[in-house]
Each structure stands twice: as C-alpha cells, then as structure tokens.
C-alpha cells in the first residue's frame, strides 16, 4: 500500500522569504506523484506533477518540485514567496492505471502562511 | 459551467438521517471519483467509476455508503443513518481516460457534511 507523510502541518514564511514544504512517501511500485493546493475557499487544483523523465518539475507559478526516488521524496520549493501563496498544500501519489483507477494518497496537508 | 460542480454545497444532518450528494463532472470524462475529507486530514479515497461501471469501492467505510454513477455523467454518493463521525468534506473528481499516460483529476469545490 502507498501512503504519504508531510511532516509539516504548518509552515509560516515571511513575504519573499524562500520557502520548502516536505513530502515523502512510501510504496512497493513506482508511482506518479502530485502536489495540489487549495486557496481558502476554493477547490483542489493540481499545481505540478512528476510522472517520469527530468526528476525536477515547475508549475507557472514559481514553484519547483524534485523526485528523489532513493530518498523517496517530493519536496515543494519556492525561492521567493508572495502574499498570494497562503494556500493548503498537499502531496499525493498514484500508483498508476489499474483498469484506469488513477486514485490518489494525500498527505495530510500544509498550511503555508505568508507574513507581510 | 466548465468545471466539476457538486451540490449541495453545505448539508447538516440529524444523526441517522439519510444524506444524497450530487456530483457532474466535467463533460466528456469518463472516469469519476470520490473522496471524503475530514477535517485537518488529506483527502482519502472512497470509490472510482468508468463510466457506468463502479470498478473500486474499496474506501468506501461502512455499508451505509453507497455510490452510483447510472448513466455514466452524474454521479450520487449515498450515505444511509448518518452518523458523527461521517462529517466531513466530500469531494467529487473527475477526469478524461488517455491511455499511456496519467490523467489530470479536475475536483469539484466539495459537499460539507455536518452531522449533528
């Protein structure tokens, strides 16, 4: 079975400041791994995705995430963060199509909040 | 509209009443899911349709929850005698069946359920 831990429930981070949110995960198979992030009061969205090929993925925002297979991590990284990043963030792992069964493990969140 | 729409948004059940929640998905998507969130927690699985066919029902808790997708669009989550502990966030996702590649899960905003 696949699970995945974020270390982190909350992380405060001033305004521009570089920021990491943790993940790591475990399973027996290789999977595809995700980090979503949900504003207040609105729904997941996916924000970048490692499926295979470079190790190191970028989302249009800024954020940068890098598979680490021998250390089974996925941490999220931001060099400079902005007010309009306080969001929920949350890792997640899919061990592929089983018949098309794409589901995906969550974390169990971090709440980055960003101080003026 | 474009996205994944769930209604109602907010429910409040007495313990032991009957609750149906409503999800349609992104036109054209043949997969479905659904996963329930509590509060703090990640979201966890509950069940997957292709199209009409419920292939995994494997998260679902307890038999007092039931899921049916009847002409493979909408899409109703059941749960029958609600109890306390079913209060949560439920989350309808939906996404398209590419072969050779994993398919983004576009998530509906979510149906907060509150069990008094």
């Known amino acids: 079975a696949q699970s995945v831990t974020q270390l982190d429930s909350q992380v405060p981070v001033f305004e521009e400041a570089p920021v990491e949110l943790r993940c790591n995960y475990s399973s027996s198979v290789s999977v595809y791994l995700f980090w979503y992030v949900q504003y207040p009061n609105q729904g997941l969205q996916l924000l970048l995705k490692y499926l295979s090929g470079s190790t190191l993925v970028e989302s249009i925002n800024g954020f940068e995430a890098e598979f680490n297979k021998s250390q089974t991590s996925f941490h999220l990284r931001k060099p400079s963060v902005h007010i309009s990043d306080t969001a929920e963030y949350f890792c997640a792992v899919s061990e592929g199509a089983n018949f098309g069964n794409e589901k995906l493990t969550f974390g169990t969140g971090t709440r980055l909040t960003i101080i003026p | 509209g474009a996205g994944v729409s769930q209604s109602p948004r907010y429910k409040v059940a007495k313990r032991g009443q009957d609750v149906a929640l409503r999800c349609d998905p992104i036109?054209?998507?043949?997969?479905l899911f659904w996963y329930q969130q509590a509060l703090g927690q990640g979201p966890e699985f509950l069940t997957y349709f292709q199209n009409e066919a419920q292939l995994d029902k494997s998260g679902l808790p307890s038999d007092r929850f039931f899921a049916e997708r009847p002409e493979g669009s909408v899409s109703t989550l059941k749960i029958q005698r609600t109890q306390q502990e079913d209060s949560a966030v439920y989350l309808c996702a939906s996404s398209q069946r590419t072969s050779g590649t994993h398919n983004e899960q576009f998530f509906g905003p979510g149906t907060r359920l509150t069990v008094l």
């Open positions: 036109s054209g998507h043949v997969s």
